[in-house]
């Protein structure tokens, strides 16, 4: 028997793909439901157009895993609709850098349960043999300890980290790095509902500033916004103020409506951000078959991990965590199949 490690993409589709190559798994999931933070995600799955501005975009990230992840990416987008019969919701990303598809993702979790089998809810992995892992890295537990905001599902606290650790695994990335978004500082009520709607991704329009007055962050932000949001996880507290010219910017209007703190000053605005820690960019070392490797570059035997789990994909900048966690989900399910250790 197989352990899936995580009820999130990741360990639901490597359940899935191991259920069709016929393995036996079981799914543990130490949260109280499926779907991990696909389930409060925008459900965007994507991967850059080209793969060099992928490279450009993740300069620091490990080139044969972003190769992995954009080749493929479409047939993986493929099975995920065949064998889940879910449809996207568009199928476009109204971004013109990337291309992928946006499902609804409270049904998509449910599809992919639907396929992964037995989940066991409430219950952390046990030991086993034959384990992916697939606990969605350590968003939690870095925000904990820099007092940032956490902006993932409750659960991910590194126990796949630590688990392939004391099993000898090597790491790959800053274990410090992390794809963040800037959120409506306390004492905005910020449920998980409102992760998607709340994030204050004009920083690019906005004068930024700490909370001694001062402008850290001096270069346009890229894109995604992600340098930003570090940049400000870094400052004291965790915090900035955007300060904007425009007091009715529907994200400034949501801010004010969640109850967070607003400022009109003559005819400008000022919000009142923080650092909301979404999921961590580094993570264990795998190669392309998703095996986790020693720091001598040998695989551990029988241990795969899958999803944000993995690190050093997204080191530099940003990339699709659902792609990344679809991708090797498949791809973990068949090295455990094709070793025979299923
Ligand atoms: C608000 C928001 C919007 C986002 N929008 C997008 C988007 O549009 N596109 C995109 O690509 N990405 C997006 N993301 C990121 C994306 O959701 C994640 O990168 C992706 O879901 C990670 O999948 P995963 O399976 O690796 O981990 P997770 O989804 O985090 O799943 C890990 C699971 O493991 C469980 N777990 C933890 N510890 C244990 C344990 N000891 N035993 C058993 N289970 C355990 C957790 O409870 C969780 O269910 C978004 C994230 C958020 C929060």
């Known amino acids: 028997m197989t352990a899936i490690a995580g009820a999130g993409m990741a360990g639901l589709v490597a359940a899935a793909r191991a259920r069709q190559l016929r393995a036996d798994v079981t799914v543990y999931e130490k949260g109280d439901r499926v779907g991990g933070s696909m389930l409060l995600s925008s459900g ?20 044969r895993l972003q190769r992995l992840i954009w080749e493929r990416l479409d047939e993986s987008l493929a099975w995920l609709e065949s064998t889940t019969g879910v449809r996207p919701l568009l199928d476009d990303t109204e971004n013109p850098r990337t291309t992928g598809r946006r499902y609804d993702p409270g049904e998509l979790s449910a599809a992919l349960s639907r396929e992964a089998g037995e989940v066991q809810l409430g219950q952390p992995f046990p030991f086993a043999e034959r384990l992916v892992l697939a606990t969605g890295g350590f968003p939690v537990r870095v925000a904990c300890k820099h007092g940032l905001l956490v902006r993932s599902n409750p659960w991910s606290e590194g126990d796949g980290l630590d688990h392939a650790r004391g099993l000898g695994a090597t790491t790959a990335g800053d274990l410090d790095e992390l794809y963040a978004r800037a959120m409506p500082a306390p004492p905005a009520r910020i449920g998980e509902s409102d992760y998607v709607h709340l994030s204050q991704l004009y920083g690019g329009r906005a004068r930024v500033t700490n909370e001694r ?3 850290f962050f001096q270069q346009p932000p890229a894109w995604h916004e992600n340098d930003l949001a570090q940049a400000i996880a870094r400052q004291p507290g965790g915090t900035a103020w955007f300060e904007l010219d425009d007091p009715s910017h529907p994200k400034v209007q949501a801010a004010r409506e969640a109850g967070g703190e607003v400022r009109d000053e003559n005819g400008r605005v000022r919000v009142h951000v923080a650092a909301g820690v979404t999921h961590t960019l580094g993570g264990l070392r795998v190669d392309e078959r998703a095996r986790v490797l020693r720091e001598d570059g040998t695989p551990i035997g029988g241990l795969v991990a899958a999803g944000v789990d993995v690190g050093g994909i997204a080191s530099g900048g940003y990339a699709s965590g659902l792609a990344q966690a679809l991708v090797l989900g498949l791809v973990a399910a068949e090295t455990l199949a094709s070793d025979g250790s299923m």
Do not use: I
Not at 46 to 62: I, K
């Open 213 to 215: 007055g001062e402008e």
């Open 44 to 63: 965007v799955v994507w991967r850059h157009l080209r793969f060099e501005d992928f490279r450009v975009d993740c300069s620091r990230g490990d080139e």
